[in-house]
C-alpha cells in the first residue's frame, strides 16, 4: 500500500524527506481533482491531507471515510499551524511528547 501526502509546497516537501510521495495543491478545484483521482486508484493505503485540503474537498473526503474503501484520511495541520488554535505541529509534538523540537 502506497501513502500520498495532498497539501500546500511546504508540507508536501516535509512528508517527501520521509520518502512519501506528494502532491502540491493551492486552489479548491485542485484538491477536489487530486483526492478523487486518489480515491480511485487502489494501491494507495494512507492520504495525509492538511486541513485545508480537507476543507475544500470535504465532501470528497467524507464519501471516502464513509464508504468501504480501505483508504485511511489523516488531516494535519500545514506550516501556519492548526487552523481553530494556530499551534504549529512542533506544538502538538511538543504537548504529546514532552520534549521541544
Do not use: C
Not at 497539501?7 to 483526492?35: C, M, P, W, Y
Not at 464513509?66 to 502538538?92: A, C, M, Q, R, Y
Amino acid at each position: 500500500m502506497k501513502t500520498v501526502v495532498i497539501g500546500d509546497k511546504h508540507t508536501v516537501l516535509l512528508f517527501s524527506f520521509a520518502g512519501i510521495e506528494g502532491r502540491v495543491v493551492d486552489n479548491e478545484q485542485h484538491a477536489i481533482e487530486q483526492v478523487k483521482e486518489i480515491r480511485k486508484d487502489k494501491e494507495y493505503g494512507l492520504m495525509i491531507v492538511t486541513e485545508r485540503v480537507a476543507q475544500w474537498a470535504y465532501i470528497w473526503i467524507n464519501k471516502t471515510r464513509f464508504s468501504k474503501s480501505n483508504l485511511l484520511i489523516v488531516e494535519v495541520p500545514d506550516k501556519n499551524g492548526h487552523i481553530e488554535t494556530g499551534k504549529s505541529l512542533s506544538d502538538f509534538i511538543r504537548e504529546a511528547v514532552g520534549i521541544r523540537i
